[in-house]
């Protein structure tokens, strides 16, 4: 079982910066990779991006060039900074862990709110 714990959403005007924080505790040993999705109102959930435990990165095209991941594989912590934040990245943004079990296990943190507006 892995246990995620997610920090730093907020209101942002468009423009601006956050950095969301999502922490594991648990089986860390079998973490094969973490990352952030977003669900926007009426919209399914998507992918922003990934991180494996090697440091190979995987972004959406709506957030190449103003997010990034990083991880810190001591702290089984990762974390995304978003810069340039537009209202369109509102959304509730939820952490993900795959592990390694009998098959890939995905985990789900309980989500943080990211408003962008004026």
């Known amino acids: 079982q892995v246990q995620l714990v997610e920090s730093g959403g907020g209101l942002v005007q468009p423009g601006g910066s956050l950095r969301l924080s999502c922490a594991a505790s648990?089986?860390?040993?079998?973490?094969?990779?973490m990352g952030w999705y977003r669900q926007a109102p009426g919209k399914q959930r998507e992918l922003v991006a990934t991180?494996?435990?090697?440091?190979?990165?995987n972004y959406a095209d709506s957030v190449k060039g103003r997010f990034t991941i990083s991880r810190e594989n001591a702290k089984a912590t990762v974390y995304l900074q978003m810069n340039s934040l537009k209202p369109d990245d509102t959304a509730v943004y939820y952490c993900?862990?795959?592990?390694?079990?009998?098959?890939?296990?995905?985990?789900w943190g309980q989500g943080t709110q990211v408003t962008v507006s004026s």
């Open positions: 648990g089986s860390i040993s079998s973490i094969a990779a």
């Open positions: 993900n862990v795959k592990a390694f079990g009998i098959a890939i296990i995905n985990y």
């Open positions: 991180i494996t435990s090697g440091g190979s990165t």
